[in-house]
């Protein structure tokens, strides 16, 4: 049930590549990251993250310009369950105390087809790591998914990989405005 938490630090990156038109910001009410976790290898757990701040800029018509700088409020976390979602925030998981958001900051965008993919920095507490982050931008929607290992950014180390699973899938949704 953890393992919803875990999710959600791998969504803010995807957070941080939406935007359809030119130089605008998200509607944060609009956009959420969403991720699941195996638990106990039997169960999915899901849930969400909200909160977002930072900015986005991006032209589908050159992507090349594009920069986005996404910050998610880890506190947010939702996975249907409080005790389940205050563990996740508690230092066992995300310390939501020490270390309150998720970051994205993208290096560089590129096109590929029809698909766009978003190269830059992951931070989850104080680790940081390079991510490419594939999206699809539709409208004034931008959608992507990504997969991140939860021990790789310092998350419920003290968990085994039974109980939580480490691979996290993430679906982020961005709403432009």
Known sequence: MRNLLLSVFASIGLLAVSSTSTAQGFDADKSYIEFSAKNFWVRTVTGTITGWTGSVQFNPAEPAKAQFDVKANVKTINTGNEERDEHLRSDDFFEVEKYPEMRFESKRVEQKGDKYVAHGKLTIKDVTREVSLPFT?????????????????????????????????????????
């Not at 931008?137 to 109980?163: C, H, M, P, T, W």
């Open 137 to 177: 931008a539709d409208g004034n929607k931008l959608e992507g998914k990504l997969e991140i290992k939860r021990r790789d950014y310092d998350v419920g180390l003290d968990q085994s990989n039974f109980s939580v699973g480490n691979d996290i899938e993430v679906r982020i949704v961005c709403v432009l405005k």
